[in-house]
């Protein structure tokens, strides 16, 4: 395990569908961010964890948006009724607190296409 | 709140020229860091460089270095001898160093760097 891995890639979804994604984080990063990026935009912030504890959700996460991180490894993030403006990449980042290498390492992502 | 801003939604540089991306940021907050990663047409954020706000050298890392002016809240990133595969957008983040803040990454709205051969 080399790197963050989301699952699917792609996801194409009827409007008001339930869709879940996943993402693995590197093994022994105890911190795993959620972003969502539109074309063109930088990666907005929806949420993260540290261990299994979901410590902060962007105030424009609607309640159709949750996530978990059961038992502190991978994490999955469900949207509930989808609609077209949910259409974004959906990026999933760790990292390990108390390293000297703060940065995030970034998964490939998951885009969604809602029609 | 913190916020990040990049003013340059697009910069086009020749091969094997020098090119410097700006980014200015809005803190209240004295320690943090900063950083600059690039997305391939791939998708896939690669860091390219981080700052700790407590150094005042800037980072360097091969061809590309930062300038990196606290007072000012501001930081650049200049690579040098562009090559085409630096052509990607570029995004700088910001992030809180200190333990009651928030641990969360705000990024700017990136700049697309062209390379001309």
């Known amino acids: 395990d080399t790197g963050v891995s989301q699952n699917p890639r792609h996801k194409i979804t009827k409007r008001g569908q339930n869709v879940t994604f996943r993402c693995d984080p590197i093994?022994?990063?105890?911190?795993l961010y959620w972003y969502r990026q539109t074309l063109g935009q930088g990666p907005e912030f929806l949420t993260y964890f540290q261990n299994e504890a979901q410590l902060e959700k962007s105030r424009l996460l609607s309640d159709r948006f949750s996530a978990e991180r059961p038992k502190g490894s991978f994490s999955t993030l469900e949207i509930q009724r989808t609609e077209q403006g949910d259409s974004a990449m959906y990026l999933c980042?760790?990292?390990?607190?108390?390293?000297?290498?703060?940065?995030?390492?970034f998964g490939q992502g998951t885009r969604l296409t809602v029609v | 709140a913190q916020t990040v801003t990049q003013s340059q939604p697009e910069m086009s540089v020749q091969e094997a020229e020098t090119v410097t991306l700006s980014c200015t940021y809005d803190?209240?907050?004295?320690?943090?860091?900063l950083f600059w990663y690039k997305q391939p047409p791939s998708r896939q954020m690669i860091l390219v460089i981080r700052?700790?706000?407590?150094?005042?050298q800037n980072a360097t890392e091969n061809r590309f270095s930062v300038n990196f002016q606290k007072a000012a809240k501001s930081f650049s990133l200049k690579i040098s001898d562009s090559q085409l595969g630096d052509a990607a957008m570029y995004f700088c983040a910001y992030r809180s160093a200190r333990e009651t803040g928030t641990y969360k990454y705000i990024f700017g709205t990136g700049t697309r760097l062209k390379v001309l051969a």
């Open positions: 980042a760790s990292s390990l607190e108390w390293s000297q290498w703060t940065e995030a390492f």
């Open positions: 803190t209240s907050e004295s320690d943090y860091y």
């Open positions: 700052q700790e706000a407590y150094k005042q």
């Open positions: 093994s022994e990063h105890n911190r």
